[in-house]
């Protein structure tokens, strides 16, 4: 019981990130759906999440790194208490 109370404690809030190489949002989001509900199972709640589609090859991805940075940065000041 107490390695579950040690677990409870370190993971405490989730974050998803769907990367797909495919053009579809819907389905980027039934991907991230269906992480938050598997955090549902282990009762963690859900801060936040991202969805990026056509990343096929890293050079797909310059146009957002704006993005990805924010979300990045979303993170580490939850993690801080900010």
Known sequence: ???FQWAQIIICKGYVIA???GPSMPECERIIQSIRHFYGHLEIPCEGSLGLCSV?????VKDRVGEIHNFCSQI???MSGR
């Open 76 to 78: 580490l000041c939850d």
């Open 56 to 60: 096929e090859f890293k050079e797909n």
């Open 1 to 3: 019981m107490a390695d």
């Open 19 to 21: 990367l797909r190489t």
